[in-house]
């Protein structure tokens, strides 16, 4: 039975929405056309869960594609419910934050910096120039978007090492082994790295994966058709055994 009052903004809903909004118990997966709605529900679904008291603002997890459609999501619900949501971001906001609590247990400074793409490109250029590579033989973008794609896949320096197949790759080996020990050095991550440490801090501590298990009561993840490699283990591990 749908609590009525407060709730009125679910009559901007379709039947099927509504559904989907209310549903408790198993997970759900919304299977939509573009632009049928599937965001706008899934805001719905986080301000009404809060609302009838299923689940505490702070116990729900929301992840969006773009930092714009979190900040749009947190406004509407704070408008419609007066209540925060403390936990809506995108992966790597979300990441960024549980890192900033734990960096040390995987071995990372606290104050760690996050670099940007021009930070990582500099970087790269400079561990090429240190290795004495062309950079107009090997373009330092390849190499880094060959890096980002390995950390998406969960790929270790050493993993690609043992991978690779080819001058290229044998390249891109060479130059990621060095990132990695530059970035350690200079107390530094990338975006890619949010998301892998974090996959790994889960995997290598199961306590703090428990009490993030416990923290995240609801999770719901928009354009979850879109995730990669260790967006869908971070997502798969938060979730456990529900
Ligand atoms: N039941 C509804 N009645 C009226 N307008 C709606 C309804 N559901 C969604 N809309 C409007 O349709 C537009 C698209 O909605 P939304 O962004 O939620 O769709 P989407 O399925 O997430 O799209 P995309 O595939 O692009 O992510 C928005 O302007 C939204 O306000
Ligand atoms: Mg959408």
């Known amino acids: 039975m749908m609590k009525s ?3 009125g903004y679910l009559n901007e809903l379709n039947e099927e929405q509504k559904n989907a909004v209310t549903h408790t118990g198993s997970p759900l997966l919304i299977l939509a056309g573009a632009g049928s709605g599937k965001t706008k529900t899934l805001t719905y679904r986080a301000m009404y869960m809060v609302e009838t008291g299923v689940v505490k603002p702070e116990s729900l997890l929301l992840v969006t594609f ?12 704070s408008k419609a419910s007066k209540m925060d949501l403390p936990n809506v971001g995108t992966f790597h906001s979300t990441a960024a934050r549980i890192l900033r609590k734990k960096a040390c247990e995987v071995g990372l400074v606290r104050d760690f910096v996050i670099y940007d793409t021009q930070d990582t490109q500099d970087l790269i250029k400079e561990i090429m120039g240190e290795l004495n590579m062309d950079v107009k033989r ?12 390995a950390k998406q896949e969960m790929i270790t320096p050493n993993e690609y090492q043992a991978l690779a ?6 390249v891109v080996a060479n130059v990621y082994t060095r990132y990695q020990q530059l970035l350690l050095k200079y107390g530094a991550v990338d975006f890619d790295d ?13 306590e703090i994966l428990r009490q993030y298990q416990a923290m995240f ?8 058709q879109d995730t990669n490699t260790v967006q869908y283990q971070l997502t798969k591990l938060l979730n456990g055994e529900r």
């Open 5 to 7: 009052m407060a709730c």
């Open 66 to 77: 773009t930092n714009k459609a979190a900040s749009e999501m947190r406004e509407r619900v």
């Open 138 to 149: 090997f373009r330092p973008g390849a190499i880094l978007s060959n890096i980002s794609s």
């Open 165 to 170: 197949r080819g001058v290229f790759q044998e």
């Open 194 to 206: 949010l998301l892998f440490y974090v996959a790994r801090l889960f995997r290598e501590h199961p």
């Open 217 to 224: 009561e609801h999770i719901y993840v928009d354009e979850y």
